[in-house]
C-alpha cells in the first residue's frame, strides 16, 4: 500500500497533469484557483490572448479592412497600376481614422501590398499596369484605435485564363480548409495539414518561408501559423487567441525567390501564385472571422 500512495503522488517538481507542460508547483499544485491561461499562453508561447473589448477593437477595424475591399472591387481592371490602388487605400483609410499598417513596416514604402502573377506577395506598389487575364493579389492592413486587422484577396483583373482560375480556386479552398480546423482542442498543426493535403492533392506547391500569424495588438504577433505540417502537432488552440491564416499556393513549385527591392516575393520558376487570408479569433464552441468575406 505504502508503496503504491508513494508512486501515485505527483512531485511538486514533476509536469503538471493539466497539460500545460509546466512543473507541478507552478500550475495546479498553486491555491490560486484556476488557471491563468492568459499568463501561462504569455509565458510559454508569447502569445497575447484577447479579452472581449479587444476582440471587438479588432473586428472594428477588420470592418474598415473589408470596407476597403468593397470600394476596390469596382475599381480594379485593366489599365489601372498598382500605385493607384495604393492611393485608393491610403485615402480611405486615412479618411475613416486608421493607419495603414504596411507603411513604413520595417520601411516597406507604400500603404498596402499589391501582388501580380508571380508575384507571392509583399509587391511594392507602382507603375506596374494590370492585364487583362492578370491576377492581383491586395493585401490590406488597418489600425483602427489601436488595433490590427489583416486580410487579402486575389482578383482576376478581366477575363481570366484557365491556369488563373484553377490558382485562385485552389487559394481560396486552401483557406476554407485551414478556417475549419479553428476550434479549441485542435492545434496549429491541425490547421497547416488541412492546408497542405488540400492544395497539394491539387497538384499545387504551399510556399514555406511565409506563415500566418498573431494580430491585434501589433501587425505581428506570435504564433507563427504555417500553412503545412502535421496533425495534431504544435499549440493547442483556445479561446482569445488572435491569429491570420494566409496559405501562398503556387501553381508550380512551392521555392520563392526576393527581389533587388528587398521586399518582392516571387516564385522561382515563374508559376502563378494565389493567397486569401483573415483574421480569426478562437471561440468556445470554433471560431469567428473578424475580417468576413465570402469565400
Ligand atoms: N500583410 C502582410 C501579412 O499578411 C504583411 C505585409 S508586411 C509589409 O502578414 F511590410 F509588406 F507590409
Ligand atoms: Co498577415
Ligand atoms: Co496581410
Known amino acids: 500500500m ?101 507603411l513604413n513596416y520595417r520601411g516597406f514604402p507604400k500603404s498596402v501590398c499589391v501582388s501580380i502573377n508571380e508575384v507571392v506577395c509583399h509587391g ?7 492585364k487583362d487575364g492578370d491576377i492581383v493579389n491586395v493585401d490590406i492592413t488597418s489600425i483602427l ?36 480546423m479553428i476550434r479549441p482542442g485542435n492545434t496549429l498543426g491541425d490547421i497547416g495539414w488541412a492546408i497542405q493535403k488540400y492544395a497539394e492533392g491539387e497538384k499545387c506547391s504551399v510556399v514555406r518561408e511565409f506563415v500566418g500569424h498573431g494580430v491585434g495588438f501589433e501587425f505581428h504577433e506570435a504564433p507563427e501559423v504555417r500553412h503545412y505540417g502535421r496533425r495534431g502537432e504544435g499549440i493547442p488552440l483556445i479561446p482569445g487567441m488572435v491569429f491570420t491564416i494566409e496559405p501562398m499556393i503556387n501553381l508550380g513549385r512551392k521555392e520563392v525567390s526576393i527581389l533587388e527591392d528587398g521586399w518582392t516575393v516571387v516564385t522561382s520558376d515563374g508559376s502563378l501564385s494565389a493567397q486569401f487570408e483573415q483574421t480569426f479569433v478562437v471561440t468556445e464552441d470554433g471560431f469567428e472571422s473578424l475580417t468576413p468575406f465570402n469565400l
Open 145 to 180: 484605435n489601436g488595433y490590427y486587422a489583416d486580410a487579402n484577396q486575389t482578383f482576376f483583373v478581366g477575363t481570366p485564363g484557365p491556369d488563373a482560375r484553377k490558382i485562385v480556386k485552389v487559394a481560396r479552398e486552401s483557406l476554407k480548409r485551414g478556417m475549419s
Open 2 to 102: 505504502a508503496l503504491k500512495k508513494k508512486k501515485n503522488k505527483i512531485g511538486r517538481n514533476d509536469p503538471c497533469p493539466c497539460g500545460s507542460g509546466l512543473k507541478y508547483k507552478n500550475c495546479c499544485l498553486r491555491k490560486k484557483g484556476p488557471i491563468d491561461l492568459k499568463g501561462l499562453y504569455f509565458q510559454k508561447y508569447r502569445i497575447r490572448l484577447k479579452e472581449r473589448a479587444d476582440i471587438e477593437g479588432i473586428r472594428k477595424a477588420g470592418r474598415l479592412v473589408l470596407d476597403t475591399f468593397h470600394l476596390l472591387e469596382n475599381e480594379i481592371r485593366p489599365g489601372i497600376i498598382t500605385d493607384d490602388i495604393n492611393t485608393l487605400v491610403h485615402e480611405f483609410t486615412i479618411k475613416n481614422h486608421a493607419i495603414p499598417a504596411p
Open 124 to 130: 511594392i506598389p507602382g507603375k506596374q499596369v494590370l
